[in-house]
């Protein structure tokens, strides 16, 4: 199913979930968000974007507390779900099973249902508790994906940034943003095939 179900919670990187569901948009898929409240005022803290036209940029948008909106169905057939960016207590709910929204019970339908979980999980430094959790929801089979930059492909903005690793996560569903420049492709060909003529010569 071309359906992929975006989690936006409290953690800072509000701009992550924004992004991608622009898109994934522009690449025809289908997406169901959910938002938690604490995502709601850290994208005031961080953003000039209302909720509402995040909103409208999701093709369903489902109430944090609907504990019985349909991605909280593994019989609602999705590729998977990114929660973009992921806080400690997601992480926290979901290793231990705790699923008191429908944003972690969505998440934990994925994991039961052998679907793809991607998890930018936003928080530094980590003490022992995050990296058990983030260890134990690994074992699960969740993708743990922290917003990092790549500087090999030198971005010249946080626009940049952003799209490249929101790219990467996207090469998680095969689905090809445009936007990662790749290594051996974009990135280092000359110097590779420079190389390689001098070697012929």
Known sequence: MSRIIIGISGASG????IRL???LRTLQVST???????????VAH?????????????????????????PASGSFR?????????????????ATGVTGNL?????????????????????TPLHSVHLRNLSTLSDLGAIIAPPVP???????SVDEMVHHTLG?????FELDSGTVKRWGEDIGKKKHMTRERKIES
């Not at 509000?14 to 979930?17: E, K, Q, T, V």
């Not at 994991?111 to 928080?123: I, T």
């Open 32 to 42: 169901h968000l959910i938002m938690t409240k604490a995502a709601e005022l850290t």
């Open 168 to 172: 990467r996560v996207l090469d998680c």
């Open 14 to 17: 509000a701009i992550y979930g």
């Open 78 to 94: 999705t590729m998977g779900m990114v929660i973009a960016p992921c806080s400690m207590r997601t992480v926290a709910e979901l």
């Open 21 to 23: 569901l622009e898109m």
């Open 46 to 70: 961080e953003t000039d974007w209302k909720i509402a036209d995040i909103k409208r940029l999701a093709d369903s948008c489902h109430p944090i507390e609907d504990i019985g909106a349909a």
């Open 150 to 156: 790549a500087f090999y492909a030198r971005p010249r």
């Open 103 to 123: 944003l972690t019970r969505a998440a934990d339908v994925v994991l039961k249902e052998r679907r793809q979980l991607v998890l930018m999980v936003r928080e």
